[in-house]
């Protein structure tokens, strides 16, 4: 669909006498009144009656009339362009949608609605397009301490929110440095904690690592960072998680990177995670309890312990519980991260 100027206006020979009879008109839109570069242009082929006429010119887009002023360029029947160009301005309620205006009012309704009745429509589409600095396509805000910064819902059964990334890091589909709340919560991934490497050794995926204190706050008024390091004594019972990558703040994380002491990295603290392994405290099934393992930053059979005829881990030690099996020696399995 094109965006349609009509254009009136009354033609006449040289010596200023009406014209009657079709003409073939070549209307031109130009950014300036010099430019030789037109916007977009139009030939039709307009019916003049006593020197006047009606025409539209339609094969402009939205790209080239976007509320700034124009100028129309006019031929007729192959002549030179008419001098000077007309100048062409947008109607007063134009200047509203121009880039950077503002509307502004008071409603109990939507002060903007779009409706899109298409099945494989978009109802608002933004971009943000510089490549680089921190730009947001859409900013939503409200001063009200009830209300909403936004507010979305599916009243047919679907999604209300969906976000995704493409970006091989800071891939985060939704981001927020605040608190999350949910009424519930699923995930067929895994749940982890930002800390930060406090050992004297880098961390690598699959590491399991244990609590060693807190750090400074990552950001002014931020709670303390736990700080974690690799594991390396059988069932301690300060197991933290399960190395999942770096994290760079503000940003996302990379798998199978070294984490230096003092960087930031993400742990797996419930969910499924890949760890480094050892069949060191005997073979591993799936279901088998997991625990720190005798080499550092291993995780192996959990010790168990006899209370009233039944086997259970000893309390606090459990890492989680194996979802591969590890008959002999050292490997990468799967295990799902449940802390007791």
Not at 132 to 142: C, F, K, L, P, R
Not at 170 to 198: C, E, K, R, W
Request: glycine share 16%.
């Amino acid at each position: 669909m094109y965006n349609v100027i009509p254009i009136q206006g009354r033609l006449t020979d040289g010596n200023g006498t009406p014209i009657d009879g079709y003409r073939t008109i070549t209307f031109t839109l130009y950014a300036t009144s010099w430019d030789d570069i037109p916007l977009c242009q139009d030939d039709d082929s307009v019916q003049v009656r006593n020197g006047l006429f009606n025409a539209e010119m339609d094969w402009c887009d939205a790209s080239d009339i976007d509320g700034k002023r124009l100028y129309l360029g006019i031929e007729v029947e192959g002549d030179d362009e008419m001098t000077p160009r007309e100048s062409i301005y947008p109607v007063p309620y134009a200047f509203s949608l121009r880039p950077g205006a503002i509307i502004s009012g008071s409603t109990s309704s939507a002060i903007l609605q779009v409706d899109n009745y298409h099945s494989s429509g978009r109802s608002v589409r933004a971009y943000a397009m510089a490549e680089e600095g921190t730009n947001y396509a859409i900013v939503g805000g409200s001063r009200s301490p009830d209300g909403y910064g936004g507010y979305f819902y599916n009243n047919g059964g679907g999604r209300g929110l969906y976000g995704q990334t493409d970006a091989a890091t800071n891939n985060y589909g939704i981001y927020t440095p605040d608190n999350f709340y949910s009424l519930n919560y699923h995930t067929t991934g895994a749940t982890m904690q930002v800390v930060q490497n406090g050992g004297a050794t880098a961390l690598e995926t699959g590491d399991v690592v244990v609590f060693s204190g807190m750090g400074e706050p990552i950001e002014k008024g931020g709670e303390p960072v736990i700080l974690v390091a690799p594991a390396t004594a059988a069932n301690s019972p300060a197991v933290a998680g399960v190395v999942h990558s770096d994290y760079n703040i503000g940003g996302g994380g990379e798998a199978d990177s070294a984490i230096q002491p003092g960087e930031y990295l993400l742990v797996v603290v419930r969910g499924p995670a890949r760890v480094k392994a050892d069949a060191v405290a005997g073979e591993l099934a799936p279901g088998d309890l997991v625990a720190t393992g005798g080499t550092d930053g291993s995780a192996a059979r959990a010790a168990m312990v006899d209370l009233g005829g039944v086997g259970m881990g000893i309390p606090g030690t459990v890492l989680g519980k194996a979802l591969e099996p590890l008959k002999d020696g050292q490997g990468l399995i799967h295990i799902y991260v449940t802390l007791q």
